[in-house]
């Protein structure tokens, strides 16, 4: 199986700042990687595919890229409904396989 | 839009068949995504994907949930079931059922069921 990691667990930030946050993959995936955004209580939501598209809907201040085994997901500036816990999963594959999350706290 | 809901018991006895259900609606189960998949996520625990089928019934599980997990399509009523059998309180979860769309991830995702393995 892949083994998905994610850095940090977890972040405390504030409205407006710019957050990162870094998937491994434990063997290349070329960009076949995708990242959610979970909310308590709520499935989660697909943000972006592929790396680096943005799925419809998703506004623009959500980005990603990398390729092979590192990925980053960028928030430009953190919106309140933004506070939330991210995973990436990997898509190259079987079976399909999840990185553990990264929580966005206040 | 197309939208998933996932319904069957909440409670199940340790050994028994934990049965769950997705119904599609808003759209055919034979339009979008065509792969149906499943995945769950222990209360603590990352997520985990169990399984998914084509609209055919070809499938493809995760080897370590594969001698116990069985999915099935029901294209008539736009649903796909998971059966899983043997159930221990590790499989206790809230399980979704999404869109797969292989490569390009999951989309949409049902509101998640949870399923207590308890005597």
């Known amino acids: 199986d892949i083994q998905m990691t994610q850095s940090p667990s977890s972040v405390s930030a504030s409205v407006g700042d710019r957050v990162t946050i870094t998937c491994r993959a434990s063997?290349?995936?070329?960009?076949?990687l995708a990242w959610y955004q979970q909310k308590p209580g709520k499935a989660p939501k697909l943000l972006i595919y592929?790396?680096?598209s943005l799925h419809s809907g998703v506004p623009s201040r959500f980005s990603g890229s990398g390729s092979g085994t590192d990925f980053t997901l960028t928030i430009s500036s953190l919106h309140p409904e933004d506070f939330a816990t991210y995973y990436c999963?990997?898509?190259?594959?079987?079976?399909?396989?999840f990185g553990p999350g990264t929580k966005v706290e206040i | 839009q197309v939208q998933l809901q996932e319904s069957g018991p909440g409670l199940v006895k340790p050994s028994q068949t934990l049965s769950l259900t997705c119904t599609i609606s808003?759209?055919?189960?034979?339009?979008?995504?065509?792969?149906w998949s499943w995945i769950r996520k222990p209360a603590g625990r990352g997520l985990e994907w169990i399984g998914r089928?084509?609209?055919?019934?070809?499938?493809d599980y995760n080897p370590s949930l594969k001698s116990r997990v069985t999915i099935s399509v029901d294209t008539s009523k736009n649903q796909v079931s998971l059966m899983l059998t043997s159930v221990t309180a590790a499989d206790t979860a809230v399980y979704y059922c999404?869109?797969?769309?292989?490569?390009?991830?999951?989309?949409?995702w049902g509101q998640g069921t949870l399923v207590t393995v308890s005597s």
């Open positions: 999404a869109g797969d769309y292989t490569q390009l991830g999951f989309d949409p």
């Open positions: 808003g759209g055919s189960i034979i339009s979008g995504s065509n792969y």
């Open positions: 089928i084509y609209i055919t019934g070809t499938t």
């Open positions: 063997q290349g995936i070329s960009t076949w």
């Open positions: 592929a790396a680096s």
């Open positions: 999963q990997q898509g190259d594959s079987f079976p399909f396989t």
